[in-house]
Nanobody
Framework: VQLQASGGGLVQAGGSLRLSCAASGSIRSINSMGWYRQAPGKQREWVAVITRGGSTNSAGSVKARFTIPRDDAKNTAYLQMISLKPEDTAVYYC???????????????WGLGTLVTVSS
């Protein structure tokens, strides 16, 4: 199983970006999918999550600006970001709880990060 995060880039403050997190491989089912970020010199922090049932939650600092839709047909979750601020600059990572074909338990997988840079 692989998780591929993409969509990062350079954007001006106030702008928007959409990140994608695509899972591939012998996947039977995906439970929750989420996003984390790590700013330079800081610890990784949780950003948002979406469950298999579509319930979402997000950190207070992004709640009014970021949404996390999901397309189960594509095994993909997104992070739709608007009104970006310089403090949103970070490497964004996605993770997912995945049940592989032939497995009995879900395992957590992480993708490589994608860099988001917000200029002031």
């Amino acid at each position: 199983v692989q998780l591929q995060a993409s969509g990062g880039g350079l954007v001006q403050a106030g702008g928007s970006l959409r990140l994608s997190c695509a899972a591939s491989g012998s996947i039977r089912s995906i439970n929750s999918m989420g996003w984390y970020r790590q700013a330079p010199g800081k610890q990784r922090e949780w950003v948002a999550v979406i469950t298999r049932g579509g319930s979402t939650n997000s950190a207070g600092s992004v709640k009014a600006r970021f949404t996390i839709p999901r397309d189960d047909a594509k095994n993909t979750a997104y992070l739709q970001m608007i009104s970006l601020k310089p403090e949103d600059t970070a490497v964004y990572y996605c993770n997912a709880d995945i049940l592989m074909v032939g497995a009995r338990v879900y395992r957590e997988y992480w993708g490589l990060g994608t860099l988001v840079t917000v200029s002031s």
